[in-house]
């Protein structure tokens, strides 16, 4: 407000209203700074990124499980010519085969979680045979991190089963027609 000694009511500057909105002009001022800092523009840019890639990540991730369990995509399938272990639906990649003549034996063990205790079914392969592309060598860094803090690791590779269910006699059945020298070892620890 802005009133001059002795000289009628005050007077109001640069303010009006209409239904809904409020717009506030505030007079013989710019409205942002005529040489503003990198960072006035920094902060709002990280959030904004933080925010959007938190949505982003959301979003594929459920799209990946969703299209996953609408496509029916295999999870394990044990058949004449061996073992496919699928990988988790996001982020995507390809499904592991593993002949049976690399194949040592199908694990079945508990994987501890916060809150749910779930199991996972692994593959541990012959020593000498040919890896399936994306599973690390034994004694890597990648392999210690994924199996850690179990020492030994159990097999080289597994699948959680999150999204699908295990059925011991279905897989025992195939395993039995299919190749039964390999053996399955159930791990309760």
């Given at each position: ?106 694990v079945v063990l508990p ?79």
């Amino acid at each position: 407000m802005l009133s001059f000694i002795g000289i009628g009511p005050p007077i109001m500057l640069g303010y009006a209203v209409w239904f809904g909105y409020t717009i506030v002009t505030v007079l013989h001022r710019q409205p942002f700074p005529a040489d503003p800092r990198p960072s006035d523009y920094m902060y709002y840019s990280m959030f904004v990124g933080l925010i959007g890639g938190t949505a982003i990540w959301f979003v594929a991730m459920s799209a990946g499980w969703l299209l996953a369990g609408l496509a029916r995509r295999v999870a394990l399938r044990v058949d004449e010519t061996g073992v496919t272990l699928a990988r988790h639906p996001f982020p995507p990649r390809r499904a592991a085969k593993v002949r049976w003549e690399d194949l040592s034996a199908i694990v079945v063990l508990p994987m501890p979680g916060p809150r749910i205790r779930t199991r996972a079914v692994a593959l541990r392969l012959k020593p000498g045979a040919s890896r399936p592309p994306g599973v690390p060598p034994p004694g890597s860094f990648r392999a210690r991190l994924m199996w850690y803090p179990r020492k030994p690791p159990p097999a080289d590779f597994f699948l959680i089963i999150r999204g699908w269910e295990l059925e011991m006699d279905g897989l025992v059945n195939a395993q039995r027609t299919h190749r039964p020298v390999v053996p399955i070892v159930v791990l309760d620890h």
